[in-house]
């Protein structure tokens, strides 16, 4: 069997990245993780080709060398997705679909030609898959059984991939969450019991990464490292002294809850392991907006000291924002933005919220009657609403747009920076220069790479720009005050460039949005009020500076 393994391309979102990704010489920001693992599942004697369509193309000697093909797709490669099933089915091809968006919505996948779509995790359902194309069943195949032991998950086949295509090369040590925020898919994919692989398993994957030439930046992809933080210990204890072993080829970033910001003891593991970056979801600085989104832990640790016990101990953190969750009122974006420029978190995602298929929140929109199926494809940064909200729609979408031009406004943005770095403690020494064994494969290509970015990057912000005069104030800062830090304040000035970009496109087309809603101003009221008749009509009264720091 020749299976052609295709991952859909992805719609620019605040995570496309793609000036950083240019700089670098990398085409995309991470590899399709979960086709190269149903890659590993698959049988070995079975002729495998992997074509990620965010790096290359398929041509159409891929098309005619395959005999199956295998697609996995989120919700935002929704489109992608049904226009590769369609193609391959006009081409008379079999077809198998998994992954998040298959997972939740299989009728469309099918409705599109699809021959088998795959529920859930490729370590119960791959062999499910195999027994079902034996006997010529098509259709849903799913397990109802208990998810997976991870125990039993393969490493990953790394070696489909290019990898010099990527900025950041991914793995998984455990899935699943123990908390249940209602807007969040996490325990509708992969449950709220986390499940975990064991710490040799996940240094056998980096020792392949090593093995395959990889250094440098690693995503930790879990739903929330910290589940536990017994097994996060043990992993951890594991991998600082192997990476010492090898002069220290990789750093990593992940996932994790702010409750982190409760433990410098933890906080000291993960950067002694190079762990330095987290994604933390904040979502809002508003205590009602929280408590009925079910992000109980958020109150419980206080936002503010945990974020700058995070920031003050050396650890890098992207923040989540949400504008639209029910509870919110007037001004939530100002106060979003009031509580990021306090935290000095530079780089935050900002979205308008999504209900995304089967979650709680989905559910209870749907109950409402607030579910709006025509509209609101999740398109990542740029969505429009897929609910009926409990307060304006049109207020929720400028402040949205109202938000973004402020935390990037170039000046703000790197005047952040600035601020977070300069707080953080010095890092520790590196590894001495013989211990790196030749900078673990630096190349003097890579070295070029380096050095014609780091030009580029002061010509676009150090030469052209009205600001120009504050860049190389705070370089030189940064170098004299906190040099330690300089490299990953210089990179964080990098990605600016790509969130300044964003910003424009986000005004655009957030504006286009509001202009389509103000012409249908007059009949919001009536149609929003039908929709929430038989809800507490009562809102939530403006939180107070004093309410606002309490929840914090």
């Keep these: 069997?020749?299976?052609?393994?295709?991952?859909?391309?992805?719609?620019?979102?605040?995570?496309?990245?793609?000036?950083?990704?240019?700089?670098?010489?990398?085409?995309?920001?991470?590899?399709?993780?979960?086709?190269?693992?149903?890659?590993?599942?698959?049988?070995?004697?079975?002729?495998?080709?992997?074509?990620?369509?965010?790096?290359?193309?398929?041509?159409?000697?891929?098309?005619?060398?395959?005999?199956?093909?295998?697609?996995?797709?989120?919700?935002?490669?929704?489109?992608?997705?049904?226009?590769?099933?369609?193609?391959?089915?006009?081409?008379?091809?079999?077809?198998?679909?998994?992954?998040?968006?298959?997972?939740?919505?299989?009728?469309?996948?099918?409705?599109?030609?699809?021959?088998?779509v795959v529920r859930g995790e490729g370590e119960n359902t791959i062999p499910l898959l195999l027994e079902a194309m034996k006997l010529g069943k098509t259709g849903i195949i799913e397990n109802s059984a208990e998810k997976p032991d991870l125990t039993t998950s393969p490493i990953p086949r790394f070696d489909l991939l290019r990898l010099d295509d990527y900025a950041t090369v991914t793995v998984q040590t455990s899935r699943g969450c123990p908390f249940d925020c209602e807007f969040c898919d996490v325990v509708n994919l992969f449950g709220r019991v986390p499940r975990y692989k064991t710490p040799k398993q996940v240094i056998a994957e980096l020792d392949t990464l090593y093995r395959l030439g990889v250094r440098g930046s690693v995503f930790i992809c879990d739903?929330?490292?910290?589940?536990?933080?017994?097994?996060?210990?043990?992993?951890?204890?594991?991998?600082?002294?192997?990476?010492?072993?090898?002069?220290?080829?990789?750093?990593?970033?992940?996932?994790?809850?702010?409750?982190?910001?409760?433990?410098?003891?933890?906080?000291?593991?993960?950067?002694?392991?190079?762990?330095?970056?987290?994604?933390?979801?904040?979502?809002?600085?508003?205590?009602?907006?929280?408590?009925?989104?079910?992000?109980?832990?958020?109150?419980?640790?206080?936002?503010?000291?945990?974020?700058?016990?995070?920031?003050?101990?050396?650890?890098?953190?992207?923040?989540?924002?949400?504008?639209?969750?029910?509870?919110?009122?007037?001004?939530?974006?100002?106060?979003?933005?009031?509580?990021?420029?306090?935290?000095?978190?530079?780089?935050?995602?900002?979205?308008?919220?999504?209900?995304a298929p089967h979650t709680n929140l989905w559910h209870r929109l749907e109950k409402e009657g607030r579910l709006r199926r025509d509209r609101g494809d999740d398109l990542g940064t740029f969505s429009a609403l897929n609910y009926d909200p409990d307060r304006p729609e049109v207020d929720i979408m400028q402040e949205y747009v109202d938000a973004w031009d402020y935390l990037y406004e170039p000046s703000r943005y790197l005047a952040r920076a600035y601020r977070y770095y300069l707080a953080m403690r010095p890092a520790p020494r590196g590894p001495r220069p013989q211990d790196r064994v030749t900078e673990q494969g630096l190349t003097w290509r890579r070295i070029l790479i380096e050095v014609k970015a780091f030009f580029k990057i002061l010509w676009w912000q150090g030469v052209r720009p009205s600001y120009r005069r504050q860049v190389w104030t705070q370089l030189l800062g940064m170098w004299r005050q906190n040099p330690t830090r300089f490299k990953q304040y210089f990179v964080t000035c990098v990605e600016g460039e790509d969130l300044f970009d964003i910003k424009k496109i986000v005004r655009e087309k957030a504006t286009a949005i509001i202009k389509d809603l103000k012409l249908k101003l007059p009949a919001e009221p009536a149609r929003r009020g039908a929709a929430l008749q038989g809800r507490s009509s009562a809102a939530p009264p403006e939180p107070s500076t004093s309410s606002v720091t309490q929840a914090e």
């Design 223 to 355: 739903d929330n490292f910290i589940g536990s933080k017994k097994r996060a210990r043990a992993l951890l204890q594991e991998l600082t002294p192997w990476l010492r072993s090898r002069g220290e080829p990789f750093s990593f970033l992940t996932q994790a809850s702010v409750n982190l910001g409760q433990d410098p003891e933890m906080i000291d593991l993960m950067t002694g392991a190079n762990l330095r970056e987290v994604f933390i979801g904040i979502e809002s600085p508003d205590e009602n907006v929280l408590q009925t989104s079910h992000k109980y832990h958020n109150i419980k640790n206080p936002l503010l000291e945990s974020l700058y016990t995070l920031k003050k101990n050396g650890m890098e953190v992207i923040g989540s924002f949400i504008i639209g969750l029910d509870g919110e009122t007037k001004g939530a974006g100002e106060r979003i933005c009031a509580f990021i420029e306090q935290t000095d978190i530079p780089v935050t995602m900002l979205g308008v919220l999504q209900a």
């Design 1 to 116: 069997m020749r299976a052609l393994l295709v991952c859909p391309e992805f719609p620019l979102s605040f995570w496309s990245f793609q000036k950083s990704c240019g700089l670098r010489g990398n085409k995309t920001v991470n590899p399709p993780l979960g086709l190269i693992t149903v890659a590993a599942l698959l049988p070995s004697e079975w002729e495998m080709r992997l074509v990620d369509l965010n790096t290359g193309s398929l041509t159409e000697e891929d098309w005619q060398w395959a005999d199956l093909i295998l697609i996995t797709a989120m919700y935002i490669q929704r489109e992608g997705l049904l226009a590769l099933v369609r193609e391959a089915k006009r081409r008379g091809k079999t077809v198998v679909a998994g992954g998040p968006h298959p997972t939740s919505l299989p009728e469309a996948v099918l409705e599109a030609g699809c021959d088998y």
